[in-house]
Structures are given as C-alpha cells and as structure tokens.
C-alpha cells in the first residue's frame, strides 16, 4: 500500500535556526515527489519536484532532497515568514494520477 | 499563481441537500483533480478528469460525482450531504498526468448540519 509518513508533526525553531523536515513513503514505482507550503486557509503551494535518488533542488532558504525511501526538507537560517504547514506528497507508478499526501509538518519560526 | 478559482469559498449547508462546487482555470490545463482536507489526513483524491467529458474515480469517491462539460470548469456534486462530507474542498490543475506539477486553487470551507 503507498504510504507516506511526516515527522515531525509540529516543529518549532528560533529565527535563524536550521532545521531538516523528514518525508519517508513506500511507493510502488515513484513517478516524482513533491514538496508544498500551506498557509492557513489557503490552498498548498508548489515548491519542488524530484524525480530520482540523489537529486537535489533549491529555493531560497529551501532545500529538497531525495533518496530510495525519503526526502528532506532542509530550512537554513529560517525567517518568521516560513512559518508554514509543509506538505509532502508521492505520486505512484501505477492507478491514477493522483498524488498521495503526507499530513504535514507545522513549521513556526520564532523571531 | 496558477490561475484557479472555486465557488463558493464558504458554504454552510444541512444534511441531504445537493451542493455543487465549481472550479474554474484560465490555464487550458487538460488535467484537473478535486481532493478534500480533513484533520489527521492528508489530501485525499475524489474525482479527477483528463479531458471534457472525461473523468475518472478517487480514493474517497463514494458520495460524490463530476462533471465537466468545458476545459476550464470541472464542477464536484455532493448528491446528499452527509457530516462527513464537512471538510474543506480543493480543486487542482496539471498540464500532463504523469509526474506533473499539480497546482492548487484557494479551497472552498463546507460545513454540514
């Protein structure tokens, strides 16, 4: 069954102190991986793609990576501002295109 | 932004009426999804369509049924309302199936008496 799993739930970090966001899925032949920010009341946010072991992306504070069983979500010198829900999601080889959603880690940054 | 849309942002309803959410693009994305977001879940999947007139079942369908008659509207029907049917609704968009990014509107709040 295609699981992914968020740990932790809840996060909180001092301005400034970095942190990893840890993302782990059983899949039946990963097509991609991908990363969103949800803020309250709104819908997830695109962040990243990743499609195989090894690579990695970049965005500002952000960086995603990825091997056979996890991701990580690493935040360097975070800012109040990336306080956030930030949501993982695989999407598998086989069935539809949907994507299966972890439950998030809450990220709050204390200034 | 992913040009998205959905109507009505909020709606409070009772138990057994009929409720349409609509979801509009301006992208001309062939694919597009409708999940919902309860506590303790993540997104779940309940109607997708890959085209006009084409549409496909979900992992939590049960309840719920689609259609879209143009590329831009992809409309979600809760046939009876149920409780459990509260939850909050978001329609997504993807340019291709496969291992594409798929884009989120802002979600529409439902609540059922």
């Known amino acids: ?111 | 932004d992913a040009g998205i849309t959905q109507s009505p942002r909020h709606k409070v309803t009772e138990t057994g009426t009929p409720v349409t959410l609509r979801c509009h693009q301006t992208e001309n994305h062939r694919y597009m999804y409708w999940y919902r977001q309860d506590p303790g879940h993540g997104l779940r999947l309940i109607h997708y369509s890959y085209g006009v007139k084409d549409t496909d079942k979900g992992e939590v369908s049960d309840g719920y049924s689609v259609s879209r008659s143009k590329t831009e509207d992809f409309l979600l029907t809760l046939e009876s309302a149920t409780s459990s049917q509260t939850s909050v609704y978001f329609c997504a968009i993807s340019e291709g199936g496969r291992a594409e990014t798929q884009y989120f509107g802002p979600g529409t709040r439902l609540l059922v008496l």
């Open chain 1, 1 to 111: 069954e295609d699981q992914v799993t968020q740990s932790p739930e809840a996060l909180r970090l001092q301005e400034g102190e970095s942190s990893s966001l840890n993302c782990s899925y059983t899949v039946s032949g990963l097509r991609g991986l991908f990363w969103y920010r949800q803020d309250p009341g709104k819908g997830p946010e695109f962040l990243f793609t990743l499609y195989s072991a090894g690579e990695e992306k970049e965005k500002e504070r952000l960086k995603a990576t990825l091997t056979k069983k996890e991701s990580f979500l690493h935040i360097t010198a975070p800012k109040p501002e990336d306080s956030a829900t930030y949501l993982c999601a695989v999407q598998a080889g086989t069935g539809a295109n949907n994507l299966f959603f972890g439950t998030g880690t809450r990220l709050t940054v204390i200034p």
